[in-house]
């Protein structure tokens, strides 16, 4: 459980975090999502207490993240810049990590497997690809076998495998119950595995939402139905909340508020002949885009640039 | 790819005991923190160089200024001037003005590095209350450089002693105030690797801490020479290379401090250093 209340921090002029509350809640994945610049790094950070806030506050489990006695088994953390010395090997590494907590040699060994870094352990951590070396950062986040677990974009430099395999680690640690909480950039890749939402755009709160409210507010999920005969389909589905659209001499209609099946059953109780009938769910990434544009253009229009076909 | 191969069978089983039932009691200590840079500052291949360096130079500086010694003025011929009150402690521990960039180099290199890798993010994570990690990494730090210090300034002697035997530089470790120079050269060294670290925690960058090590040790003596000579007498001792060498010199005079005045300058530095790293340490984002 993290709870974040007015949660700011200002850079000398700048302000990188600007008043954001949020609760992320155990048993789900949270997904933290913004355009690049947005505060989610930042917030992060502040999180574990390697920036201190300018204001407000943020709490782990109930205290500020340095007043626990095993900080390692409260929260779990990936960061988005390197945080590993080049110089020393992955297992020399989890293990100096492991020693400050008390943390047994074979919770280093379990971790190392469960990250597949098991052939290159031994390696000096400076040779490893981005994608090993992101491993090693999620095999050092799950050390203290953490209730909350927090990574800052962790598909970063992951080939297809690896991606699959953040995907899979995430929802499991979510069903056993713990605090799962991702930041992405990217929606299309975090609608995948979360459930809940907080949405950021130059560091203030745009949404504290379910993948399915998102959904809802921009539009809900539409059905694309073709017939010969348009205008006897539409007195048949006609009802409370359900709205029908299409060009008049077109046999497409574009259906909302019932779903494709519904459809289906109707048209075949009525003899309406169908040609077409698909499910068409509104793209989270153009809902997305439609709540961060004014925090993207912002950027745009303070570097000199237009974006405004950017949406 | 059988690394990736391998994490494919295991994802939805990842090794981790269900959240709150049954959990280990961990916990962070001072003495666990001191283990974690314990291991760390040997797991990294720069500290078995630089430490071996140190010790080089200490010895082998030694040896050469006592060669060098006994083929000139201990040879009877007109003493140089740079020899003309040498012992056998001071020959061989010519080392030190080398060993000292050694040995402080490498303290930098244990707090600032961590800095210049990004090391020092997952450090604080572990270690969110900070100060523990700077007196551990001290600590540590300044007993290895102490130990490796002191066993350099005893081989520099006992060979630097058998080559200058039969001239009027020659010693034993028997001799008065021999084992104390000794034993203070250790204690010098191993100060400056304190201080090193604390620069290096203090300006969080490997250049600009090597930078001020090497100017307050090389340069700002060579500097205060240029002042008024009533000036000189008030500071020159007090600098944290002379006060350090009042700790090891053999012979004292009134323009040097005592052994025991020395090492308390000494510390005042260190405690300075390290007071300055502590500070910043709390006030500045990692």
Do not use: C
């Not at chain 1, 209609?253 to 009525?270: D, W």
């Amino acid at each position: 459980m993290i709870d974040a209340q007015r949660l700011t921090k200002r850079y000398g002029g700048k302000t990188a975090v600007d008043g954001l509350g949020f609760t992320v809640r155990p048993g789900t994945v949270t997904g933290f999502l913004g355009p690049n610049g947005a505060g989610k790094s930042t917030t992060m950070r502040m999180i574990v207490g390697l920036d201190a806030p300018t204001s407000g506050s943020v709490t782990v489990n109930g205290r500020r993240y340095a007043r626990h006695r095993a900080p390692l088994q409260e929260v779990g953390v990936l960061l988005e810049a390197r945080s590993v010395h080049p110089g020393r090997s992955a297992r020399g590494h989890l293990r100096a990590l492991a020693l400050t907590h008390g943390i047994p040699r074979r919770r280093v060994d379990e971790v190392v497997e469960l990250a597949g870094l098991g052939s290159v352990a031994k390696k000096r951590a400076g040779a490893f690809s981005l994608g090993m070396g992101q491993r090693l950062g999620i095999a050092a986040a799950l050390l203290g076998d953490p209730q909350t677990v927090m990574l800052d974009e962790p598909v970063n430099g992951l080939d297809p495998e690896g991606v699959r395999w953040i995907r899979n680690l995430l929802t499991s640690l979510a069903a056993e119950g713990r605090t799962v909480f991702v930041s992405s950039h990217l929606m299309s890749e975090v609608s995948l595995v979360a459930d809940h939402l907080i949405i950021v755009g130059r560091g203030r709160l745009l949404a504290d939402t379910t993948v399915r409210d998102l959904v809802r507010e921009a539009g809900g999920d539409s059905v694309k139905v073709a017939t010969a005969d348009p205008a006897r389909l539409r007195d048949v589905l006609a009802g409370p909340g359900v709205e029908v659209t299409g060009r008049v001499g077109s046999e497409e209609l574009q259906v909302t508020g019932v779903s494709a099946r519904e459809i289906g059953l109707k048209a075949a109780e009525h003899g309406i002949p169908l040609f077409e009938l698909t499910s068409k769910a509104v793209s989270l990434e153009e809902a997305f885009m439609e709540l961060t544009r004014d925090a993207v253009e912002y950027h745009g229009a303070a570097t000199g640039e237009t974006s405004g076909s950017a949406a | 790819m059988s690394t990736l191969t391998a994490t494919h069978e295991t994802p939805e089983t990842p090794e981790t005991a269900p959240a709150g039932r049954g959990r280990p009691a961990y916990r962070v200590t001072g003495r666990r923190v001191l283990s974690s840079e314990w291991a760390k500052l040997w797991s990294l291949r720069s500290t078995w160089i630089t430490l071996g360096l140190g010790l080089l130079f200490l010895v082998a500086f030694g040896v050469i200024a006592a060669s060098h010694y006994r083929s000139g003025p201990g040879s009877g011929r007109p003493a140089e001037r740079d020899f003309a009150d040498a012992t056998a402690v001071s020959l061989s521990l010519f080392g030190t003005n080398f060993a000292q960039l050694a040995l402080g180099v490498l303290g930098v290199l244990v707090t600032a590095g961590e800095y210049a890798t990004g090391m020092i993010r997952s450090t604080m994570a572990a270690v969110p209350r900070r100060l523990p990690v700077l007196w551990s990494k001290a600590a540590v730090y300044g007993v290895v450089a102490l130990a490796v210090a002191t066993v350099g300034a005893f081989a520099a002697f006992l060979v630097g002693s058998r080559i200058v035997s039969g001239t009027p530089a020659a010693m034993g470790l028997g001799h008065a105030g021999v084992v104390r120079s000794l034993l203070g050269a250790g204690l010098y060294l191993g100060l400056v690797g304190v201080i090193g670290s604390a620069l290096g925690a203090l300006l969080r960058s490997v250049a600009g801490g090597v930078s001020v090590l090497v100017a307050a040790f090389l340069l700002v003596p060579g500097l205060v020479t240029l002042l008024p000579s009533s000036w000189q007498a008030d500071i020159d001792p007090y600098l944290p290379s002379h006060a350090g060498q009042a700790v090891f010199a053999l012979t004292h005079d009134s323009t040097t401090l005592s052994p025991g005045a020395g090492l308390l300058v000494l510390l005042g530095w260190t405690a300075l250093a390290l007071g300055g790293a502590a500070y910043r340490l709390l006030r500045s984002d990692v």
